[in-house]
């Protein structure tokens, strides 16, 4: 059984995705970039990453989910040198959970003042 969570933004059915999709005990959330109720946050590294974990959980729990499930996460950043920044905000979330990640460094996100975005794969139990 397939069930896709929608954050409402316009884009998910231009683009023809959903924020999250859930099969089975399995949730898939999309990369989340830093944009809060349909806001930009054009903030520090730190503050825009902090923006898209909170974006993260916040579906999450739309799905019946929460953070303890999370098993993976990705992390794209423009620029590696803010690894710390972006690393810490991470560890304020997952510091006790621990889940495998990776991040990585791309040329740009789909706006040129985003410097981060998250995805994360969390399994119910």
């Known amino acids: 059984m397939r069930k896709n969570i929608s954050s409402g933004a316009p884009w998910e059915d231009i683009v023809g995705y959903s924020r999250a999709v859930i ?17 930009p946050v054009y903030g520090s590294a ?9 974006v993260i959980k916040e579906t999450l729990e739309k799905a019946g ?6 098993v993976r996460t990705r992390m794209f950043v423009t620029d ?13 979330f997952f ?5 495998a ?9 789909i706006d040129e003042k985003f410097v981060v975005e998250i995805e994360a794969t969390a399994i119910l139990q």
């Open 46 to 54: 730190y503050d825009q990453a902090i923006c898209c974990l909170e």
């Open 80 to 92: 590696i040198s803010q690894w710390e920044e972006i690393g810490r905000a991470h560890g304020e």
């Open 101 to 109: 990640t990776s991040m990585v460094e791309v040329s740009r996100l």
């Open 65 to 70: 989910a929460s953070l303890n499930d999370v």
């Open 95 to 99: 510091k006790n959970i621990k889940p």
């Open 23 to 39: 099969i089975g005990n399995v949730v898939e959330v999309s990369g989340c970039a830093p944009v809060k109720n349909g806001q």
